[in-house]
């Protein structure tokens, strides 16, 4: 088997024990908040948006600084620095009393992440260019696989052993991916060569990157995405509340509904990577783009739990074919030796798109109602869309 194709078997594996750590404590994270002293309901997804946005804030501010340090010595450290890092912060998550400890430890973890940027940045400096879409939506459906069984299994534990043993769960799931990675990946990686490199700052950096006009486009368009996406997430297990009723599942539910939408993502990202090498990156980015949008619309107004699983599960079919295009499409446009820096200033706009959209949206609920944001979301998608139209496709044709 081609080096590759190994790297990308394990960091599919590390992928997926990363993200089944950290979204099993999406489900339940509202209803966690509310046993450490809060129980206002308004108050409540005030802190869950503050608290879910502040891993964002410090890895909106540290991602470049990682991504600086990578392509001088290599992406493989980055990914153990992160990796060990975030199981031991993850697992003190558990020993909070009050929400300001969790807001806390939630910033420390932000300053520290980075396995998938890393693990993104890894791959597309060891892939060949004419895999880079299959290779990309392959890496994509590692992390929406944890994705699936993160938010079901936590939603499972937190009725069978609480919530505070998750975050136990989920170090130890991090930990095991870190080990994964430092045994089993391997790095075409030349030290002496990078280090015969410049040495540029972060800002030096950003500087040469935005004189290549489709980064900057591709960056605002990785932000408006997770804004859109996220906005909504803190008060979904508040709407699922309302559509079940009183109900001692309401985690168990919740969960589903996060699942549902990357069991399909999961599906769908190898299958739109695989067209995105024949048809191009650009145009499956606007299909799924417009197909976001359109697939929001009916969450707007779904009346039961079923309603609400089914038109999640229709979003996460375009929401495969969103990130891994982005991807390919800066490792396309980066110059050789600049991947992780590139990637890392992408990381920086995800992280302020996942920053701004759980506190927005927390701080719009005591007037907006999540159906609401549904539209909101929608037409954020929308015009995401006519972006990429305007500032990929039509610059690639001369326009």
């Given at each position: 088997?081609?080096?590759?194709?190994?790297?990308?078997?394990?960091?599919?594996?590390?992928?997926?024990?990363?993200?089944?750590?950290?979204?099993?404590?999406?489900?339940?994270?509202?209803?966690?908040?509310?046993?450490?002293?809060?129980?206002?309901?308004?108050?409540?997804?005030?802190?869950?948006?503050?608290?879910?946005?502040?891993?964002?804030?410090?890895?909106?501010?540290?991602?470049?600084?990682?991504?600086?340090?990578?392509?001088?010595?290599?992406?493989?450290?980055?990914?153990?620095?992160?990796?060990?890092g975030m199981a031991v912060v993850i697992a003190l998550m558990g020993l909070a009393t009050h929400p300001w400890q969790l807001l806390l430890l939630r910033l420390v973890n932000?300053?520290?992440?980075?396995?998938?940027?890393?693990?993104?940045?890894?791959?597309?400096?060891?892939?060949?260019?004419?895999?880079?879409?299959?290779?990309?939506?392959?890496?994509?459906?590692?992390?929406?696989?944890?994705?699936?069984?993160?938010?079901?299994?936590?939603?499972?534990?937190?009725?069978?052993?609480?919530?505070?043993?998750?975050?136990?769960?989920?170090?130890?799931?991090?930990?095991?991916?870190?080990?994964?990675?430092?045994?089993?990946?391997?790095?075409?990686?030349?030290?002496?060569?990078?280090?015969?490199?410049?040495?540029?700052?972060?800002?030096?950096?950003?500087?040469?990157?935005?004189?290549?006009?489709?980064?900057?486009?591709?960056?605002?368009?990785?932000?408006?995405?997770?804004?859109?996406?996220?906005?909504?997430?803190?008060?979904?297990?508040?709407?699922?509340?309302?559509?079940?009723?009183?109900?001692?599942?309401?985690?168990?539910?919740?969960?589903?509904?996060?699942?549902?939408?990357?069991?399909?993502?999961?599906?769908?990202?190898?299958?739109?990577?695989?067209?995105?090498?024949?048809?191009?990156?650009?145009?499956?980015?606007?299909?799924?783009?417009?197909?976001?949008?359109?697939?929001?619309?009916?969450?707007?107004?779904?009346?039961?739990?079923?309603?609400?699983?089914?038109?999640?599960?229709?979003?996460?079919?375009?929401?495969?074919?969103?990130?891994?295009?982005?991807n390919a499409l800066i490792r396309k446009f980066t110059p050789n030796g600049m991947e992780s820096r590139a990637y890392s200033f992408n990381s920086s706009s995800l992280a302020?798109?996942?920053?701004?959209?759980?506190?927005?949206?927390?701080?719009?609920?005591?007037?907006?109602?999540?159906?609401?944001?549904?539209?909101?979301?929608?037409?954020?998608?929308?015009?995401?869309?006519?972006?990429?139209?305007?500032?990929?496709?039509?610059?690639?044709?001369?326009?």
């Amino acid at each position: 088997m081609a080096r590759w194709k190994i790297n990308l078997l394990v960091l599919w594996f590390g992928q997926f024990l990363v993200f089944a750590g950290m979204t099993m404590i999406t489900p339940f994270l509202p209803l966690y908040i509310k046993t450490l002293g809060v129980t206002e309901e308004h108050a409540v997804a005030m802190w869950a948006g503050f608290i879910f946005a502040g891993n964002f804030v410090t890895s909106f501010l540290a991602q470049p600084i990682w991504g600086n340090l990578s392509d001088r010595y290599g992406r493989k450290v980055m990914l153990l620095r992160s990796g060990f890092g975030m199981a031991v912060v993850i697992a003190l998550m558990g020993l909070a009393t009050h929400p300001w400890q969790l807001l806390l430890l939630r910033l420390v973890n932000g300053t520290i992440s980075g396995y998938s940027p890393a693990a993104v940045a890894l791959m597309s400096s060891n892939t060949p260019r004419n895999k880079m879409g299959f290779a990309m939506g392959t890496l994509q459906s590692g992390s929406v696989a944890g994705s699936i069984l993160g938010p079901f299994l936590g939603g499972l534990l937190a009725d069978w052993i609480g919530y505070r043993y998750i975050f136990y769960v989920t170090g130890a799931l991090l930990f095991s991916a870190s080990v994964l990675s430092m045994l089993l990946v391997k790095e075409k990686f030349n030290p002496e060569e990078a280090a015969r490199q410049p040495k540029v700052s972060t800002l030096e950096g950003l500087s040469q990157l935005r004189h290549i006009p489709q980064l900057p486009a591709l960056y605002t368009v990785t932000f408006l995405i997770q804004f859109s996406m996220l906005s909504v997430m803190p008060l979904i297990p508040l709407f699922v509340e309302k559509l079940v009723g009183p109900s001692e599942q309401i985690a168990f539910f919740a969960g589903l509904v996060s699942s549902v939408t990357g069991f399909s993502n999961m599906l769908a990202a190898p299958l739109l990577g695989k067209l995105a090498d024949r048809i191009g990156h650009e145009r499956v980015l606007r299909i799924a783009l417009i197909g976001s949008s359109v697939a929001f619309v009916p969450q707007i107004f779904v009346q039961s739990i079923w309603q609400l699983l089914a038109a999640r599960f229709f979003l996460g079919i375009f929401m495969g074919g969103l990130l891994p295009a982005v991807n390919a499409l800066i490792r396309k446009f980066t110059p050789n030796g600049m991947e992780s820096r590139a990637y890392s200033f992408n990381s920086s706009s995800l992280a302020l798109g996942n920053m701004l959209g759980p506190v927005i949206g927390g701080a719009v609920s005591g007037f907006m109602s999540i159906r609401a944001l549904f539209a909101v979301s929608a037409c954020l998608l929308a015009l995401n869309a006519l972006w990429v139209r305007r500032n990929l496709v039509a610059r690639r044709r001369g326009v």
